[in-house]
């Protein structure tokens, strides 16, 4: 059994996210993380990877929904608006209401969604208490606040260690379990 903060996958960006591996697990929506996920730290600028992964997310019926802890809800709002999904604002990660509202917009359960972020012990552990599949991505910017750094320096050996026992997305052919296992090759 994997421990609670420990991911389901890696992966570099949200784009190098492989959606065929989501969708073969029986993933039908995606609760994405705002800063340093899907947009640089407190900006809302979106990268044209990101956009062509949300385009790419659609195309293949999957759901997508942003839930964030952004005080400025604003924000949120405008980048959910941008890419036309739904937006939780204020969310309260790591508390299972903040993945149950995400689902709740998305008509999803825990065994039918994933959730993507870059902080383990918001994201990912907040995520793994609903049974939801998980996806740590590399923070999109060194940029972030104080409390989130000091945040880092607990979750760096962590990450460190899962290179090594967590399948990364976009370095070999995945095929995943529900069972919250992948057989990779290479």
Do not use: Y
């Not at 705002?34 to 809302?44: A, E, P, R």
């Amino acid at each position: 059994m994997r421990s609670l903060v420990t991911p389901t996958f890696l992966a570099e960006s949200v784009w190098s996210v492989d959606l065929d591996a989501l969708v073969r697990l029986g993933v039908r929506g995606i609760i994405l993380d705002l800063d340093n996920t899907i947009v640089d730290w407190n900006q809302s600028w979106l990268r044209p990877e990101v956009r062509e992964w949300v385009r790419s997310a659609r195309e293949r019926g999957l759901g997508l929904c942003l839930v964030s802890n952004a005080v400025r809800g604003g924000r949120v709002e405008q980048v959910a608006k941008e890419l036309g999904i739904g937006a939780v604002l204020r969310a309260g990660k790591p508390l299972p209401g903040a993945f149950r509202r995400g689902m709740a917009a998305l008509v999803t359960d825990p065994r039918s969604t994933c959730a993507i972020g870059d902080q383990v012990f918001t994201d990912i552990l907040g995520a793994s208490r609903l049974g939801l599949v998980t996806v740590l991505v590399e923070p999109l910017s060194p940029r972030e606040s104080f409390h989130t750094r000091l945040i880092r320096l607990i979750e760096s050996p962590l990450r460190r260690r899962w290179e090594a026992t967590v399948t990364i997305f976009g370095s070999h052919t995945v095929t995943a379990r529900r069972d919250g296992g992948a057989k990779s090759s290479r």
